[in-house]
C-alpha cells in the first residue's frame, strides 16, 4: 500500500520546480548514467546478494535485495533515502520517487504484456518511472532494445543496473541493447533532444506503472509520450484509479489526455479484484 507523506494539493509547474503550499520543490536534473566495468564484472551470489523471484506465468527473474540496498545506502549517507527511511516514507516529492521497490501495478503491466502478446521483438522501449525495472528487463528478455529512466540516481544504479546484468544473458551486450538514465521528466526530455537528434530514436513502446500518482507530474508525463513516441508507438500505463492522499488517478489522468487531444486512449486492462487498478493504452490520433 502507498504510505504517501504529502500533499501536494493545488501545486503549480514552474519550468522544472513546482510550488507547493508554500514550499518549492527542485526537480533533479535528467542526467545519463553509464554502466561501470566494476558493475559488469561484479559476481553476485543467491541469498546475499540477490534472490530468484516468480513473478507471473512462467517469468522467474532475478533481483537484487532492495532491503539490503536501502541499509547500504543509509550508511553511505545518501541523504534522499536517509530522509524517506526516517519519515517511514515510500515518497517524498522531488527527493525520492519510490523505486527502490517493485510496485503492484508492474505485476498487472507485466502480466498484460505476456499474456496479450505484445510484440516486444526489436521494439526499442522506455521504461519510464523503471524503479527496480522488470517491466523494461522483461522486454529485454523478449528481444527489445531498452532505456530505464527513474528519478532517483541511486536507485538506478544500486537497483536498476544490478538486476539488468543479473537477468541479461550476454552481459557484454548491456551497454549495446540498454541506456540509464536519472532525473526530472521534464529535463528527460531536454536531455533526449540534445543526445538523441533523429526521429528514428523515438520509441516504439512507453511503458509506465504507478507513474500517475502525482496530478502535478501528470502534464509532464504526457509531454514524454507527446515528444519520445513514434508516430505509430503506443504507450501503457498501469496504475491505479484512485491514489487516496494525493490526489492522482486513472480517470483524472485519462481526463488530462483527452483535453490535451494528441492521443486516443483504450482501457486494454481493468482489475476485478482488490484496490481498482487498470491499463490504460495511448495512441496518437489519426
Ligand atoms: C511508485 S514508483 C513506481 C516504480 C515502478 N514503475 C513500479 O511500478 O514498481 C514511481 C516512479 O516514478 C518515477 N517518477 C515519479 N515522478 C517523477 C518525476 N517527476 N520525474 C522522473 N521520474 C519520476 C520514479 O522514478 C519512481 O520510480
Given at each position: 500500500?502507498?504510505?504517501?507523506g504529502?500533499?501536494?494539493?493545488n501545486?503549480?509547474?514552474?519550468?522544472?520546480?513546482?510550488?507547493?503550499?508554500?514550499?518549492?520543490?527542485?526537480?533533479?536534473?535528467?542526467?545519463?548514467?553509464?554502466v561501470?566495468?566494476?558493475?559488469?564484472?561484479?559476481?553476485?551470489c543467491?541469498?546475499?546478494?540477490?534472490?530468484?523471484?516468480?513473478?507471473?506465468?512462467?517469468v522467474?527473474?532475478k533481483?537484487?535485495?532492495?532491503?539490503?540496498?536501502?541499509?547500504?545506502?543509509?550508511?553511505?549517507?545518501?541523504?534522499?533515502?536517509?530522509?524517506?527511511?526516517?519519515?517511514?516514507?515510500?515518497?517524498?516529492?522531488?527527493?525520492?520517487?519510490?523505486?527502490?521497490k517493485v510496485?503492484?501495478?508492474?505485476?498487472?503491466?507485466?502480466?498484460?504484456l505476456?499474456?496479450?502478446?505484445?510484440?516486444?521483438e526489436?521494439?526499442s522501449?522506455?521504461?519510464?518511472?523503471?524503479?527496480?525495472?522488470?517491466i523494461?528487463?522483461?522486454?529485454?528478455?523478449?528481444?527489445?532494445?531498452?532505456?530505464?529512466?527513474?528519478?532517483?540516481?541511486?536507485v538506478?544504479?544500486?537497483?536498476?543496473?544490478?538486476?539488468?546484468?543479473?537477468n541479461i544473458?550476454?552481459?557484454k551486450?548491456?551497454?549495446?541493447?540498454?541506456?540509464?538514465f536519472?532525473?526530472?521528466?521534464?529535463?528527460?526530455?531536454?536531455l533526449?533532444?540534445?543526445l538523441?537528434?533523429?526521429?528514428?530514436?523515438?520509441y516504439?513502446?512507453?511503458?509506465?506503472?504507478?507513474?500517475?500518482?502525482?496530478?502535478?507530474?501528470?502534464?509532464?508525463?504526457?509531454?514524454?509520450?507527446?515528444?519520445q513516441?513514434?508516430?505509430?508507438?503506443?504507450?501503457?500505463v498501469?496504475?491505479?484509479?484512485y491514489?487516496?492522499?494525493?490526489g492522482g488517478?486513472?480517470?483524472?489522468?485519462?481526463?488530462?489526455?483527452?483535453?490535451?487531444?494528441?492521443?486516443?486512449?483504450?482501457?486494454?486492462?481493468?482489475?476485478?479484484?482488490?484496490?481498482?487498478?487498470e491499463i490504460?493504452?495511448?495512441?496518437?490520433?489519426?
Open positions: 500500500m502507498f504510505k504517501f504529502f500533499s501536494v494539493d501545486a503549480k509547474e514552474e519550468n522544472d520546480k513546482v510550488e507547493s503550499i508554500g514550499t518549492v520543490l527542485d526537480w533533479f536534473p535528467a542526467v545519463k548514467i553509464e561501470s566495468h566494476e558493475q559488469l564484472s561484479k559476481k553476485c543467491e541469498d546475499d546478494d540477490f534472490k530468484e523471484c516468480d513473478l507471473f506465468y512462467d522467474r527473474l533481483l537484487i535485495h532492495s532491503d539490503k540496498v536501502v541499509i547500504d545506502l543509509q550508511q553511505e549517507n545518501c541523504e534522499n533515502i536517509v530522509e524517506a527511511e526516517s519519515q517511514h516514507s515510500d515518497l517524498i516529492p522531488a527527493k525520492y520517487e519510490g523505486g527502490l510496485w503492484e501495478c508492474s505485476y498487472d503491466l507485466g502480466k498484460y505476456i499474456g496479450d502478446k505484445i510484440p516486444l526489436n521494439k522501449v522506455l521504461d519510464l518511472g523503471c524503479g527496480t525495472g522488470i523494461g528487463i522483461l522486454a529485454l528478455l523478449n528481444g527489445a532494445s531498452v532505456h530505464f529512466q527513474d528519478y532517483n540516481t541511486e538506478i544504479k544500486s537497483v536498476t543496473i544490478p538486476n539488468v546484468i543479473l544473458n550476454d552481459r551486450h548491456v551497454q549495446e541493447r540498454c541506456a540509464f536519472s532525473g526530472d521528466w521534464a529535463s528527460f526530455i531536454q533526449r533532444g540534445e538523441y537528434r533523429n526521429d528514428y530514436e523515438k516504439d513502446l512507453i511503458l509506465t506503472s504507478e507513474t500517475i500518482y502525482n496530478p502535478d507530474n501528470q502534464k509532464k508525463l504526457h509531454n514524454i509520450f507527446k515528444t513516441l513514434k508516430k505509430n508507438g503506443s504507450a501503457y498501469a496504475g491505479k484509479v491514489y487516496f492522499g494525493v488517478g486513472m480517470r483524472q489522468f485519462e481526463d488530462l489526455v483527452e483535453k490535451e487531444k494528441i492521443f486516443e486512449t483504450k482501457t486494454v486492462w481493468n482489475s476485478d479484484e482488490g484496490v481498482q487498478r490504460l493504452k495511448l495512441t496518437f490520433r489519426t
